[in-house]
């Protein structure tokens, strides 16, 4: 499986302590020189630069594709991680932020955002749903109560199949 991360879910998942279920969800993460760059800047919490400055083995960094003008609107990480999925062919997106989602999902990109990768988890047995949403509530992730309750009730609806 080939997964591309944008900057967010990494940021957040390494500061609730959660990137480790990176590798078993989905084996490999490809993460373009841009978007490793901005998990570097000088306002990323210490966590987060510390863990990109050595990232295990299953975080590739990859060079940037080629820019694409049409992505112009969104910000540079988006960009790149949107063309390193399209030119890779992965089979997922990482990313967060509606307008990249939007676009990412024009190009019929798979994509997955922070509380999407703790749900696989939860559903996978590997963390508690509620505990890992509780710890990114203590986090600036921002988290709408009707995306958390929808979630809750995909679960919910899961596990009564399982």
């Not at 591309?4 to 084996?27: K, M, N, R, T």
């Not at 112009?72 to 949107?82: F, S, W």
Request: with cysteine; glycine share 6%.
């Amino acid at each position: 499986m080939i997964v591309v991360s944008d900057a967010s879910p990494i940021h957040y998942l390494v500061l609730i302590e959660a990137a480790d279920l990176l590798a078993p969800l989905y084996g490999r993460i490809l993460v373009p020189q841009t978007v490793a760059g901005e998990l570097q800047a000088a306002k990323t919490p210490a966590a987060v630069r510390a863990w990109i400055a050595q990232p295990p083995g299953w975080c590739e960094i990859r060079p940037d594709p080629p820019a694409d003008p049409t992505f112009e609107l969104l910000d540079a990480g988006e960009r790149t991680a949107i063309a390193l999925a399209i030119s890779t062919h992965a089979d997922r997106l990482l990313i967060d932020e509606w307008d990249g989602r939007v676009e990412a999902q024009r190009h019929q990109l798979q994509t997955t955002g922070t509380l999407g990768v703790l749900a696989g988890a939860h559903f996978a047995g590997l963390l508690d749903f509620e505990t890992a949403v509780a710890q990114l509530r203590r986090t600036n992730f921002y988290i709408s109560d009707d995306v958390v309750h929808g979630i809750r009730q995909r679960l919910a609806k899961a596990a009564k199949k399982a």
